[in-house]
């Protein structure tokens, strides 16, 4: 079954505090994956995405994200959070076969940065 | 450059009537997706248009339709409206359709559907 699971629902971390969000995906086949945010009352929008070649890719604000083929992960990092990344935050992953239409996101994590 | 639009942002309906979302994409993507949010969940994938023609479609019941037009906009039309179809309904465009490598989709904010 194609699906994507983030380990944690709601993290709570301090300024300057170091992030990490877990994703592991399954999927049958070669993968594109993303990352997007969801601040509060906006849109969704692309934090990275890893399509080939190095596996691990850089974002916007400061974010980065390390694809493990072996593990099926492509967790998410950032070194020093702030509290303007109070947000969700979604793992995704879309296949690159000639049916594959569809994103699939993860449940989503929910971060709270304390000022 | 205006981002993918849709309207409207917020509908309250009551149960069993009917419902049309619109979205209209970033100028020159040919690919609209469509997703529903329920609250606390991620996106789930209901259709994809490409071309004016459906190219993927998720695991909801046929009450869901979606359409394409000419100039790459798209309507999701919903029927028989049930409580639990109150969701976040996020439209996504893209420039290429299904199985296109390297792309990725850019959402809309989405309209906000009560049923009542």
């Known amino acids: 079954a194609q699906s994507v699971s983030q380990h944690n629902h709601h993290v709570i971390l301090s300024e300057a505090a170091s992030l990490e969000l877990g994703c592991n995906y399954s999927?049958?086949?070669?993968?594109?994956l993303f990352w997007y945010v969801q601040y509060p009352g906006q849109h969704l929008q692309l934090l990275l995405k890893?399509?080939?070649?190095?596996?691990l890719v850089k974002g916007i604000k400061g974010f980065e994200a390390e694809f493990i083929k072996s593990k099926f992960s492509f967790n998410l990092r950032k070194p020093s959070v702030q509290w303007s990344d109070t947000a969700e935050y979604f793992c995704?992953?879309?296949?690159?076969?000639?049916?594959?239409?569809?994103?699939?996101f993860g449940s989503g994590t929910r971060l709270s940065i304390r000022p | 450059d205006a981002g993918v639009t849709q309207s409207p942002t917020h509908l309250i309906k009551t149960r069993g009537q009917h419902v049309t979302l619109r979205c209209s994409p970033i100028?020159?993507?040919?690919?609209v997706s469509w997703y529903q949010q329920v609250l606390g969940q991620g996106p789930q994938f209901i259709f994809q248009?490409?071309?004016?023609?459906?190219?993927g479609r998720g695991n909801f019941p046929d009450r869901f339709s979606a359409r394409q037009f000419p100039n790459y906009s798209s309507e999701l039309n919903v029927n028989a409206l049930l409580l639990g179809d109150s969701a976040l309904y996020l439209c996504?465009?893209?420039?290429?359709?299904?199985?296109?490598?390297?792309?990725?989709?850019?959402f809309g904010q989405g309209t906000r559907l009560t049923v009542v």
């Open positions: 996504a465009s893209s420039l290429a359709g299904a199985g296109g490598v390297n792309t990725e989709a850019f």
């Open positions: 999927y049958g086949g070669t993968v594109n």
């Open positions: 890893y399509f080939s070649g190095d596996p």
């Open positions: 995704a992953v879309k296949g690159r076969g000639s049916s594959a239409s569809k994103i699939i």
């Open positions: 100028s020159g993507h040919k690919s």
């Open positions: 248009y490409y071309e004016k023609e459906e190219r």
